[in-house]
């Protein structure tokens, strides 16, 4: 609990998390790569989204000492439709309960629109590195043939 | 009870299904991965994206002949005459001749000492932008669209994973030096790997050497080739230039065959909060 707590306090911003699901995930990315990682594609969509996060709070309850939960209003995202709930007590924020999940993955580290490219070690091969596609100088047919696109063509055929 | 974000489920990952052509002596690759992926609506989308890279290249090849640019470039054509596209396609050039000090130019020293109007360093990764807008319109659909080693990333898919993007090794085509997470934005890269000497310093006539490639992460493909191209052409200074372009990350791969990424400002006041 003090863990999740923690994590929620130092990565997400409330208002952040009611903005937006996409808006929410970028904030544990962009706490570890630089500025630049965080895109216009991002800004873009999550400002859309904002003139609903801004109506968050439609319900308040809860008690006094123990802490008051505020409930957001169910927000659509590129991932779903999202809706939290928070508790704050004594100016803090205390909890964060997810009352609809969108269906995305957030353990993705590529929530972001695009990110700090990662240097391999080395130069690895296609399979090794995972990747779905390659930008390379490679313009000409000619070079095609040999590339590395090529082999991700063929294997996808 | 507090939810943890990161252990939310996930979804299984979706097959991605690909198609190839060859246009403009390039090839063309389209990955799409999702709902319409492999039915009729993904046919007729890639006709069309192949259609339009087509029409850009009657209207803006330097090697043909009868191409508006070479009219254009012969004096037969005025400009006044042209599609809005040469406009367009010339407006950006002019901007980033003079956003990379001259290093880039639509307009370059010809055989014969005239300067040829040349805006392929435009055209193509704009035309690619521009035909992968089609691709938009699949619903719940990602798409990753490749020309030629650049392309424009795409996701819509709930809970899509995004695109992993590789990096080619200038030093050997067939291996990747680094590895690009892409949800929403563009990858170009320029370099003289496959082409012989393509890029010349406008500035020169110089064949850039500092260099070995230049890799560009941007929001879009026009500029990301754009700067690509232009960091390229200014060799030694690329990598400076580089860090002061807004909105960009990439990887430069130095003549020795050290690499090093680098990141530009943010471009937005949410971008700056967010980082």
Same mark, same amino acid.
Not at chain 1, 32 to 44: D, K, L, N, Q, V
Not at chain 1, 57 to 70: A, D, L
Not at chain 1, 117 to 136: F, K, N, R
């Given at each position: 609990?003090?863990?999740i707590s923690?994590?929620v306090?130092?990565t997400i911003?409330?208002v952040?998390l009611?903005?937006?699901?996409?808006?929410?995930?970028a904030?544990?990315?962009?706490?570890?790569?630089?500025?630049?990682?965080?895109?216009?594609?991002?800004?873009?969509?999550?400002?859309?989204?904002?003139?609903?996060?801004?109506?968050?709070?439609?319900s308040?309850?809860?008690?006094?000492?123990?802490g008051?939960?505020?409930?957001?209003?169910?927000?659509?995202?590129?991932?779903g439709?999202?809706?939290?709930?928070?508790?704050?007590?004594?100016?803090?924020?205390?909890?964060?309960?997810?009352?609809?999940?969108?269906?995305?993955?957030?353990?993705d580290e590529?929530?972001?629109?695009?990110?700090?490219?990662?240097?391999?070690?080395?130069?690895v091969d296609?399979?090794?590195?995972?990747?779905?596609?390659?930008s390379?100088?490679?313009v000409t047919?000619?070079?095609y043939?040999?590339?590395?696109q090529?082999?991700?063509?063929?294997?996808g055929? | 009870?507090?939810?943890d974000?990161?252990?939310?489920p996930?979804?299984p990952?979706m097959?991605?299904?690909?198609?190839?052509?060859?246009?403009?002596?390039?090839p063309?690759?389209?990955?799409l991965?999702?709902?319409?992926?492999v039915?009729?609506?993904?046919d007729?989308?890639?006709?069309?994206v192949?259609?339009?890279?087509r029409?850009?290249?009657r209207?803006?090849?330097t090697?043909r002949? $009868?191409?508006?640019v070479?009219r254009?470039?012969?004096?037969?054509l005025?400009?006044?005459?042209?599609?809005?596209?040469v406009?367009?396609?010339?407006a950006?050039?002019? &901007?980033?001749? &003079?956003?990379?000090?001259?290093?880039?130019?639509?307009?370059?020293?010809?055989?014969?000492?005239?300067?040829v109007?040349?805006?392929?360093g435009?055209?193509k990764?704009?035309?690619?932008?521009?035909?992968?807008?089609?691709l938009?319109?699949?619903r719940?659909?990602?798409s990753?669209?490749?020309?030629?080693?650049?392309l424009?990333?795409?996701?819509?898919?709930?809970?899509?994973?995004?695109?992993?993007?590789?990096?080619?090794?200038p030093?050997?085509?067939?291996?990747?030096?680094a590895?690009?997470?892409?949800? $929403?934005?563009a990858v170009?890269?320029?370099?003289l790997?496959?082409?012989?000497?393509?890029?010349?310093?406008?500035?020169?006539?110089?064949v850039?050497?500092?260099?070995?490639s230049?890799?560009?992460?941007?929001?879009?493909?026009?500029?990301?080739?754009?700067?690509?191209?232009?960091a390229?052409?200014?060799?030694?200074?690329?990598?400076?230039w580089?860090?002061?372009?807004?909105?960009?990350?990439?990887?430069?791969?130095?003549?020795?065959?050290r690499?090093?990424?680098?990141?530009?400002?943010s471009?937005?006041?949410?971008?700056?909060?967010?980082?």
């Amino acid at each position: 609990m003090r863990r999740i707590s923690a994590f929620v306090l130092s990565t997400i911003s409330v208002v952040v998390l009611l903005f937006g699901y996409s808006t929410s995930t970028a904030g544990p990315l962009a706490a570890t790569t630089p500025p630049a990682a965080e895109s216009g594609t991002t800004a873009g969509s999550t400002g859309s989204a904002g003139s609903t996060g801004s109506a968050g709070s439609t319900s308040t309850s809860g008690g006094t000492s123990s802490g008051s939960t505020v409930t957001g209003q169910v927000v659509s995202t590129r991932w779903g439709p999202v809706q939290v709930e928070i508790t704050v007590a004594d100016g803090r924020l205390t909890g964060v309960q997810v009352l609809q999940q969108p269906t995305g993955n957030p353990k993705d580290e590529e929530i972001n629109a695009y990110a700090l490219p990662i240097l391999t070690q080395e130069s690895v091969d296609a399979q090794s590195a995972d990747i779905d596609m390659v930008s390379g100088a490679t313009v000409t047919s000619e070079g095609y043939v040999s590339s590395l696109q090529s082999a991700l063509d063929q294997a996808g055929l | 009870m507090t939810t943890d974000l990161r252990a939310l489920p996930s979804l299984p990952v979706m097959p991605v299904h690909r198609r190839v052509e060859h246009v403009m002596g390039m090839p063309v690759s389209l990955a799409l991965r999702g709902r319409h992926a492999v039915d009729h609506e993904a046919d007729a989308a890639w006709a069309e994206v192949l259609a339009a890279l087509r029409d850009v290249d009657r209207v803006f090849s330097t090697y043909r002949p $009868d191409s508006v640019v070479s009219r254009l470039d012969r004096g037969e054509l005025a400009l006044a005459d042209c599609p809005t596209e040469v406009h367009e396609v010339l407006a950006l050039g002019e &901007q980033a001749r &003079q956003e990379s000090r001259g290093a880039f130019d639509v307009r370059r020293p010809g055989p014969s000492g005239r300067r040829v109007l040349d805006p392929s360093g435009v055209v193509k990764g704009w035309a690619v932008e521009r035909a992968a807008r089609v691709l938009e319109r699949l619903r719940a659909t990602d798409s990753c669209l490749s020309a030629g080693g650049d392309l424009v990333c795409r996701t819509a898919l709930p809970g899509s994973p995004g695109w992993r993007i590789g990096v080619e090794d200038p030093a050997d085509p067939s291996r990747v030096l680094a590895v690009v997470p892409v949800r $929403d934005g563009a990858v170009a890269t320029s370099g003289l790997a496959h082409r012989g000497d393509h890029v010349v310093d406008a500035r020169s006539g110089e064949v850039p050497r500092a260099l070995a490639s230049v890799t560009v992460v941007a929001p879009d493909l026009t500029w990301a080739d754009l700067d690509a191209t232009a960091a390229f052409a200014l060799g030694a200074d690329g990598p400076a230039w580089l860090r002061a372009r807004p909105g960009r990350t990439g990887v430069v791969v130095h003549a020795d065959g050290r690499a090093e990424r680098f990141s530009g400002p943010s471009r937005s006041p949410r971008a700056r909060r967010c980082g």
